[in-house]
């Protein structure tokens, strides 16, 4: 089965401090996305990537970056948290270029004060 | 805006009850379409998938047609029970592996 895991469960951060979101997979998955998921807004995409040191802006990027260094492991980035960023934020994989499957993680709530 | 609308939510029935959760998209061709499900405290789960119309994707009692007259992908089940509460999502293939998910129908059942 595959496996996406998340750092944190929950996550209580101050007004700009920055924060690491980090996720890995163990699928060898080529994809890798992360969501934020609000109610009444469903998921709206950040970023993703397509493979190593490759992403792209997803729907909602500004106060977010990302890195992907490892192929497993994707982080999504918040260089100076705001309470408009609490959130519950959710890391999916799938596994190539056009396909369309996503797998996801149990997801991170970050709560900004 | 959204190309994937489906029913608000909460929706609340009682157990044994017969489920139905509307969704349609919009799109251009046939895009595969999705019906992931988030239980409480838990990320989203596949729930069924349907990649061509007329298709019928199923899993675990719950069933939805790809049906492309009315671009329409609605949930249905039998018979619920409490253990299917949770929050249902409508989704469709974007482009480039990407997803785009409705807002989601919250559903309760009760015993």
């Known amino acids: 089965d595959v496996k996406v895991t998340q750092s944190s469960r929950y996550l209580v951060k101050r007004t700009g401090e920055k924060v690491f979101l980090e996720c890995v997979q163990d699928?060898?998955?080529?994809?890798m996305f992360w969501y934020r998921q609000d109610p009444g807004l469903g998921l709206r995409l950040i970023y993703f990537?397509?493979?190593?040191?490759?992403?792209e802006k997803g729907d909602i990027p500004e106060g977010y970056s990302v890195s992907r260094e490892k192929k497993e492991r994707f982080s999504l980035i918040l260089e100076s948290a705001s309470t408009n960023q609490t959130s519950m934020y959710l890391c999916?994989?799938?596994?190539?270029?056009?396909?369309?499957?996503?797998?996801f993680g149990p997801g991170t709530r970050l709560t900004v004060l | 805006g959204n190309s994937v609308t489906q029913m608000e939510g909460p929706v609340t029935l009682s157990e044994e009850a017969f489920l139905t959760i509307n969704c349609t998209y919009t799109?251009?061709?046939?895009?595969?379409l999705f019906w992931y499900v988030q239980y409480p405290g838990e990320g989203l789960q596949l729930l069924l998938k349907?990649?061509?119309?007329?298709d019928k994707g199923s899993n675990k009692g719950f069933e939805a047609t790809y049906r492309k007259e009315t671009t329409s992908f609605h949930l249905e089940k039998g018979s619920v029970q409490v253990s299917d509460s949770a929050v249902y999502f409508c989704?469709?293939?974007?482009?480039?592996?990407?997803?785009?998910f409705g807002s989601g129908t919250r559903l309760s059942i009760r015993p």
């Open positions: 999916a994989s799938s596994s190539g270029l056009g396909t369309d499957t996503q797998y």
């Open positions: 699928m060898d998955h080529e994809n």
């Open positions: 990537s397509y493979d190593v040191k490759m992403k």
């Open positions: 799109a251009t061709g046939y895009p595969s």
């Open positions: 349907a990649t061509k119309a007329d």
């Open positions: 989704a469709r293939y974007s482009s480039a592996s990407k997803i785009i």
